[in-house]
């Protein structure tokens, strides 16, 4: 992975060059030719545009444009970014999906099933982008089943889970250092030394690493800045600075950024970061947040993610690449779990219908119906009492008796694997329902 850096220009040189095309009737543009943000490293690459001399002029042309609407932020680095139109359609487009529509509502009724799915589902992405090598099968079970771990990739996993349960219950509270020290013991019990579990990093031997080169691609801050950068970081995500708005969303993803960058741990730091990115979008009232699962996407793009650190750092801490980063991977997010929402919906209406004898005398109710649907797709699955009181948020006799009501209706086998009941979804289930009358 690597990021060619602009081309450097003293700041009297960048006006006199630039003033000199804006004299020649050229309008300052803070984006290329296609409407794109782009850094140096892709700009360099473009045929250069009509009345430049060539492309690195073209490139002072767009830094100069983007230094005049550059918004400030209060970190010592002088981070900044630029509020480009594709930024303010993605933010507008974000809210509108956010408040009223019929996919949010369609998940307000379903809230605590669909809020289990994405702890799960975020807990093992984001381990997954730290190395966790487990399957997502064999780790759902373990999440639904409260299993113990029994590797390092599943205790991180765990450990993740209960992080983002820890976040959704601590989102109305103010961020404050020792909420993050907290969160980090959360995440790294049991998987580092305890004297560096909830604590700073107390050396600077810790780098960013490129794991297929081993080149060093980021050296974090000076551990004795930690503490007032921690603060300053809290100060940002609480909105008591800067002096201006900054929408909610931003804030969120800058703070994902700082932290990073600033690598407080000698570990765990990316998921305390992604961690804390939920928790700043939560307290700010974005209640779908709770239920997408944002580094399933990251993971699949994770050398752009990489990228997007990287140009920030090259280009005078310009965050607005890695924040139309961010963006694209939140709509992606929002886009999935609507289409999820959407299937979801549609098995269970299939369910309904398969099951309409069952239900239209009582016989089954709705998470029964949802369960058999899912026994129709795998025959010879395992159902536990304690894994569908988990995916359903039920309590342990409600979970009881929705299975033992599916095996005394014959739709379920009722089997004891040593100390516990399992029921198991029978290889001819279709027919069984289809012989009821």
Request: with cysteine.
């Amino acid at each position: 992975m690597k990021i060619v850096p602009p081309p450097k220009i003293s700041r009297e040189e960048l006006f006199a060059s630039v003033f000199k095309k804006i004299r020649q009737g050229l309008v300052p543009t803070i984006v290329d030719e296609k409407k794109r943000y782009s850094h140096w490293d892709k700009i360099r690459h473009l045929k250069t545009p009509d009345k430049f001399d060539d492309i690195e002029q073209y490139w002072h042309f767009l830094k100069y444009s983007r230094l005049q609407q550059q918004k400030n932020l209060p970190f010592s680095e002088n981070f900044s970014f630029v509020l480009t139109d594709d930024i303010q359609k993605n933010i507008h487009e974000i809210d509108s999906k956010m408040r009223g529509s019929l996919e949010a509502k369609n998940i307000d009724s379903n809230s605590d099933r669909y809020i289990v799915r994405s702890l799960i589902d975020e807990a093992i992405s984001s381990s997954q982008l730290e190395g966790a090598a487990t399957t997502r099968k064999v780790a759902r079970e373990m999440l639904k089943h409260d299993k113990t771990p029994n590797d390092h990739s599943q205790k991180m996993i765990y450990n993740n889970y209960h992080a983002i349960k820890f976040i959704n219950e601590h989102k109305q509270d103010e961020l404050t250092p020792s909420l993050i020290l907290q969160l980090h013991a959360i995440v790294t019990k049991g998987m580092m030394d305890d004297s560096e579990v909830g604590k700073l990093r107390r050396d600077n031997e810790v780098n960013v690493v490129d794991n297929s080169t081993q080149t060093i691609l980021h050296h974090p801050p000076d551990f004795q800045e930690l503490p007032n950068r921690l603060t300053a970081l809290c100060n940002f995500a609480n909105g008591n600075s800067p002096d201006y708005f900054v929408h909610p969303i931003i804030r969120a993803i800058v703070v994902h950024f700082i932290l990073a960058y600033d690598h407080p741990f000698a570990d765990g730091n990316g998921r305390t970061t992604r961690a804390l990115f939920y928790w700043v979008i939560l307290k700010n009232n974005y209640w779908l947040f709770q239920y997408i699962t944002l580094s399933r996407y990251i993971k699949k793009a994770q050398v752009q993610y990489g990228e997007s650190f990287l140009m920030v750092e090259s280009d005078d801490f310009d965050l607005t690449y890695f924040i139309n980063s961010q963006l694209k991977f939140i709509t992606q997010a929002i886009t999935g779990l609507f289409d999820y929402v959407d299937e979801k919906q549609q098995q269970q209406q299939q369910a309904l219908n398969l099951l309409g004898n069952y239900l239209s005398n009582g016989k089954v109710n709705s998470r029964q119906a949802m369960l058999i649907q899912n026994a129709l797709k795998h025959p010879g699955s395992v159902y536990t009492i304690a894994g569908h009181k988990i995916s359903q948020s039920i309590s342990y006799q409600t979970a009881k008796t929705d299975l033992v009501g599916l095996s005394k209706l014959n739709l379920l086998q009722h089997s004891k694997q040593g100390r516990a009941f399992v029921f198991i979804a029978p290889n001819d289930l279709e027919q069984r329902i289809k012989a009821y009358k």
